[in-house]
């Protein structure tokens, strides 16, 4: 089974600072990295993903996230925030294809992002 | 968002009533799942549908049922409605080894 931790539940920042939301991962299988942000009042929309090749990987919104085989982490990143930028950010694991499938998808508990001006 | 409603998007009702929620899909997707999103907890899997009548327990399937009569219809039913049952219900799709996609949720509060 896979477990997601998310380091941080709020993380305020001020805006155009620079940000990195952490989170690592737990699997004895090879996994998928997802990462989903979520506005007030909606559902969650993707961020961006792992599946395979480069380790580095870009989203929208100019958020990317580096995939740490050796630390178990896939944390997410932003140069320069702003205010648009507040919202909740889920971190999600799942099996890769050769072991199971997207429907074993487990989502870490959320981190806050607040973007203050 | 990526052709999924969720209906009705709010509903108030009492503990012991039965409730049904309804999430439709026009992207004829395979896959289609129900979760419970609760502060604190993050989301949660509460039944999933491979396909059409097949159909999976999630994490918290205690007190819930679902149905999938047709590729575009995933029913989740609450039986006998409780106070814990009070949560905020996603649903979400995606093709075979894609990633998932959400609607924008359901507020259910159950008095």
């Known amino acids: 089974a896979q477990s997601v931790t998310q380091l941080d539940s709020q993380v305020p920042v001020f805006e155009e600072a620079p940000v990195e939301l952490r989170c690592n991962y737990s699997s004895s299988v090879s996994v998928y990295l997802f990462w989903y942000v979520q506005y007030p009042n909606q559902g969650l929309q993707l961020l961006l993903k792992y599946l395979s090749g480069s380790t580095l990987v870009k989203g929208i919104n100019g958020f990317e996230a580096e995939f740490n085989k050796s630390q178990t982490s896939f944390h997410l990143r932003k140069p320069s925030v702003h205010i648009s930028d507040t919202a909740e950010y889920f971190c999600a694991v799942s099996p890769s294809v050769v072991q199971g499938g997207s429907e074993k998808l487990v989502f870490g508990k959320g981190t806050k992002l607040t973007v203050n001006p | 968002d990526a052709g999924i409603t969720q209906s009705p998007r709010h509903k108030v009702t009492e503990t012991g009533t039965p409730v049904t929620l309804r999430c439709h899909q026009t992207e004829n997707h395979r896959y289609m799942y129900w979760y419970r999103q609760d502060p604190g907890h993050g989301l949660r899997l509460i039944h999933y549908s491979y396909g059409v009548k097949d159909t999976d327990k999630g994490e918290v399937s205690d007190g819930y049922s679902v149905s999938r009569s047709k590729t575009e219809d995933f029913l989740l039913t609450l039986e006998s409605a409780t106070s814990s049952q009070t949560s905020v219900y996603f649903c979400?799709?995606?093709?075979?080894?894609?990633?998932?996609?959400f609607g924008d949720g359901t507020r259910l509060s159950i008095l």
């Open positions: 979400a799709i995606s093709a075979t080894n894609q990633p998932q996609h």
